[in-house]
């Protein structure tokens, strides 16, 4: 627990178990879940934790307001890890009421049973007095969720931004951010917006135009630090990750069964490194344990504006894991990149035709055919040098 302000308290909870977040996402470093409790002549809980953490989701509350009754729980987003506990935060708070939107109502009712006569429905810009202070609704539908809103506290400045400015990490016990907070966490806020929102960028560019207005000067999102300090980098930078804004560099992901693609991948890092063009390079295969994978290749995808990718052919394909990745791309909707293929075969060549064939369908600028070579990795072979120099 940590009190934030006079009013708000902080009762979330850090995950350092989870190996996977949505069974799919590596997260090394931890998440947190984040739920918060407005103190006023009512008491507003707003969002609630994932499952498996309700004592010391208990707790928190308690040492917050002791023994006092919560009156109304705020519902911004549906999704589990928020969620999770709203059947059992009705049965430890009878006449607790649930708050919100009509989208909400349900998915309240699919998930927990909740029947309609316990939830205050909420229109877009509906508004809940706890007594000296306000909450205020906003819509901000696919942000995550197509129920998902935010809520607005006026009189402190705050606003509870569900998914929107969340991050992967766990986070220390002071909770709100310092000076060198948003450093600490860019590259786990990219890598969680990469994964879990970059499908969004438009439904993301909407409510921040919405949210743009209001005099905000604390967000407290459902996952990662309390913003104060670091609030216009936080909103800069969803807002370019929003727009696939991205700077020069290079992106290398690869996959490789008997390390020959690899090969060719290692080496055109290293062409890349003594050119001095900043690149990141991401093995899809699983070959590394510890890496990030799938998850830190969407990460670059969302900083770097060239994609370079390797795969070999696989049963006249694309190899699966680099196949997940194109379509991930595509899912992203990720634009306004160039691009380029290599791999390698041993008896007839697919994969960088069908690399290509995707790039193509996302609109990127192809750098050339690609590099589809046979069997081994030979520098004589396979010429990475002179591709470094094209990318550069
Ligand atoms: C299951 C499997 C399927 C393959 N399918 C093809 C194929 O359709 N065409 C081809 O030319 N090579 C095929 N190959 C050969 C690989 O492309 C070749 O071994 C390549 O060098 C592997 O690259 P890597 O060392 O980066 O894994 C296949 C290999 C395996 C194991
Ligand atoms: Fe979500
Ligand atoms: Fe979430």
């Not at 062409?271 to 344990?289: F, K, Q, R, S, T």
């Not at 670059?300 to 394909?317: A, E, L, M, Q």
Request: hydrophobic letters at 40%; charged letters at 25%.
């Amino acid at each position: 627990m940590k009190r934030i302000s006079e009013r708000i308290f902080y009762i979330g909870v850090n995950d350092d178990d989870k190996v996977l977040f949505e069974g799919l996402w590596p997260i090394p470093v931890g998440v947190s879940y984040n739920s918060y409790v407005v103190a006023d002549e009512k008491v507003a809980l707003i969002d609630t934790v994932e499952s498996g953490f309700e004592e010391e989701f208990i707790a928190n509350i308690e040492e917050a307001i002791g023994d006092r009754q919560i009156d109304y729980l705020v519902v911004n987003h549906m999704e589990p890890d928020h969620s999770s506990l709203i059947a059992y935060m009705q049965g430890r708070y009878p006449g607790l009421k649930i708050v919100a939107n009509a989208k909400t109502v349900p998915m309240l009712k699919g998930y927990y049973g909740v029947s309609e006569e316990d939830v205050l429905v909420m229109p877009e810009g509906g508004e809940l007095s706890l007594g000296s202070c306000t909450l205020k609704f906003y819509m901000v539908p696919m942000v995550h969720w197509p129920e998902t809103m935010v809520t607005w506290l006026e009189e402190e400045g705050t606003l509870f931004s569900g998914d929107a400015f969340g991050t992967f990490g766990s986070i220390d016990e002071d909770v709100i951010d310092d000076d060198g907070t948003f450093e600490q966490f860019r590259d786990e806020m990219t890598r969680y917006y990469a994964c879990i929102v970059g499908k969004y960028g438009i439904p993301v560019q909407t409510a921040l135009k919405k949210l743009g207005g209001l005099p905000i000067k604390r967000v407290c999102s459902t996952h990662g630090p309390v913003w104060e300090k670091n609030i216009p980098a936080v909103v800069d930078l969803y807002d370019k990750m929003s727009r696939y804004e991205v700077e020069r560099g290079v992106c290398i992901v690869y996959g490789s069964m008997y390390g020959n693609t690899a090969a060719a991948a290692d080496a055109l890092a290293m062409e890349l490194d003594a050119l001095g063009v900043p690149y990141a390079i991401h093995d899809l295969a699983g070959n590394n344990a510890g890496e990030l994978g799938l998850s830190g290749a969407l990460r670059d995808v969302f900083r770097y504006d060239t994609i370079v990718v390797g795969s070999p052919t696989y049963n006249n394909g694309i190899y699966p894991p680099v196949e997940t990745f194109m379509k991930a791309l595509q899912a992203r909707l990720i634009k306004d990149r160039r691009f380029y293929a290599f791999g390698s075969y041993t008896w007839a060549g697919a994969s960088v035709r069908l690399l290509n064939e995707y790039a193509a369908s996302l609109n990127f600028e192809l750098l050339g055919d690609g590099l589809s070579f046979p069997q081994a990795y030979t520098r004589e072979k396979v010429d990475m040098a002179t591709v470094a120099k094209m990318l550069a």
